[in-house]
């Protein structure tokens, strides 16, 4: 019985069930492929069903609209993965927020109007007080837990990110205007 299971965990690993693959994105192509780009503090997070995937809606008390234009004072985002009745499901590359966290998040609003992140943990970025320049610099760790591709589709790595909130600011400005 443990051979048994041993080659069906083998095997698993091997065809990469569950496996999420992210093409790299850079700054500019999230500010250019986001419909809005929001700063905000997480209020809540809820999970939601929809068919058979289970997805955590988060909501985003706004503090300012990076890109995108809107009298609302919250948004929400959706995120897949969570936990229902139990069951739980995980996708890997997918991000977690925090209750009472600050972030940037570069969201998508799909054609049906459901709003996702654009490159699941690629596109939130938290939001600190640099110690020196009393200016926000947003900052994204590694993607260690998804396999990362350049558009070519060929394996590359992600180092994280960190960049000035002026400067996605401004990033955003001149896509607008393109």
């Not at 492929?33 to 069903?49: D, E, F, H, M, N």
């Amino acid at each position: 019985m443990a051979r048994i299971l041993q080659s069906v965990l083998a095997l698993l690993v091997a065809t990469g069930l569950g496996a999420t693959t992210l093409e790299r994105l850079t700054v500019d192509q999230m500010v250019e492929k986001s419909t809005s780009i929001v700063r905000g503090k997480v209020l809540s997070a809820a999970p939601v069903q929809r068919g058979s995937l289970i997805y955590t809606v988060y909501r985003v008390q706004v503090a300012e609209w990076i890109k995108g234009v809107s009298t609302t004072s919250t948004t929400e985002v959706y995120v897949p993965g969570g936990v229902i009745n139990g069951r739980r499901q995980s996708i890997a590359g997918a991000p977690a927020l925090e209750v009472g966290g600050e972030y940037v998040v570069f969201v998508w609003v799909s054609p049906s109007g459901t709003p996702y992140i654009i490159g699941l943990s690629q596109g939130v970025l938290s939001v600190r007080m640099s110690a020196t320049t009393a200016e926000a610099v947003l900052l994204r760790g590694p993607i260690e837990d998804a396999q990362v591709v350049d558009a070519n589709g060929q394996p590359s790595t992600d180092s994280g990110l960190k960049l000035s909130l002026s400067n996605l600011r401004l990033r955003a400005r001149q896509a607008v205007t393109r």
